[in-house]
């Protein structure tokens, strides 16, 4: 897997790409793709290229909304295949995040 990051001018906004498969072994890139933002910036998550995740990249993305302020956290999933979709239902991430 590929991750990348990038933020706005003000780092406000943040923008995290994942390509490929998101499993465990993304673990410290995905860390290090959100660590160095801040806590209250607004993150979108472009699954665009995603092929997978599995259990532990749910665990991860459950770090991600913790850096980012818990309940009050504003983060976006987009561009995620019906599969993913699905995983991501099953687990009612829809709850935590929003899925577009």
Known sequence: MTVKSMNSDNGSNVS???EGRFDFNDHLAFRESYQQFL????????????????SSALGMLLL???????????????????EIKNILAIANFQKLFHIA
Request: proline share 5%; glycine share 8%; no cysteine.
């Open 16 to 18: 995290i790409v994942i």
């Open 39 to 54: 806590p209250n910036a607004r993150y979108t998550l472009d699954m665009t290229q995603a092929e997978y995740l599995d």
């Open 64 to 82: 991600l909304r913790e850096h980012a302020g818990g309940d009050k956290a504003q983060i976006d999933v987009i561009g995620a295949r019906p």
